[in-house]
């Protein structure tokens, strides 16, 4: 698949134009069976509540670099962006940053069976990194490079899409995938029960490598007992994931967007597991090469959360 394909078919049937603004907020996720797509979900259902009631759609997407490129041409209005891809994409200077979301963590999946316990024993396995166009795969070519893996060194890398990558593995035809995702995730729990599985370790010298050159990134753990099998808490490394805001967000619609997830961040941690653990501190804090957009900065300086910035730094989209 293409990585627009799936928002090119849109605009065929008529769904999503440039020229002609949709009623709703789009928002871009990622695959059907990853976190981005039910967060998005959530994030729409809270909108379309009171007081704001800011109806949206929820749109399947091929990833990060994808939303990116999609909110850039007009396509979308929202987008959920690892805060890496953010970084090492250079988009348009018309996108903003409205705040973090979850955090995500760079999960490699096996069979129990397959004889993989560490990020060495990969070496001649057939290994998944995603598509193209998604933080799982620019994550992952990353850490392969900290690794000075000559290409060869790993039998076969191949790009199926998030839908597929369980039922292949249990298949026997690839023998790990990499999917970079918060957690529990239904696409590691689909694995689960197909075959039993096992959770890598991403650490080691490599991985110190790795987060010496690339500081966006962060160690984190996936929590025990969240998967059949996996009765221990995993090291490895993460990011969380930010909402994007493309050009047609001026600064009194961030605003609003701002300020009915904020004032509603209860409810909103109640809509999926995933979300659960959202803490205010790290929803506005630095973590993405975007800017913050004016909209909810003006929000967050409102309630005390940042400091006004400095007279000559100050600046404002406005309203077309």
Partial sequence: MRPLLYLFSLLLLGAVSPARAAPDLLIGSGSLTGVYYPAGGALCRLLARAPAKLPCQVVATGGSADNLAALSRGYLSLALVQSDVQLTTSPPPALYRLFNVHQEALTLVTRQDSGIGSLADLAGKRLDIGNPGSGDNSTMRLLLQAMAWPDETVAALSHLPGSERAQALCEGQIDAYAYVVGHPSSAISEAASLCPIRLIPVEGEAVDRLLQTHP???????????????????????????LIAGPQIDEALAYRI???????????????????????????????????????????????????????????????
């Fill in 216 to 242: 966006y990134y962060q160690r984190t753990r996936i929590p025990a007992d969240l998967y059949p099998g996996v009765d221990e808490a995993i090291k490895t490394i993460g990011m969380p994931a930010g």
């Fill in 258 to 320: 701002t300020q009915q997830v904020f004032n509603r961040l209860p409810q909103l941690r109640r809509l999926h597991p995933a979300l659960s653990q959202l803490d205010r501190q790290q929803m506005i804090g630095e973590a993405g090469g975007l800017p913050l957009h004016p909209g909810a900065r003006r929000f967050f300086v409102e309630q005390g959360w940042l400091p006004p910035l400095p007279a000559p730094a100050q600046h404002a989209l406005r309203s077309p």
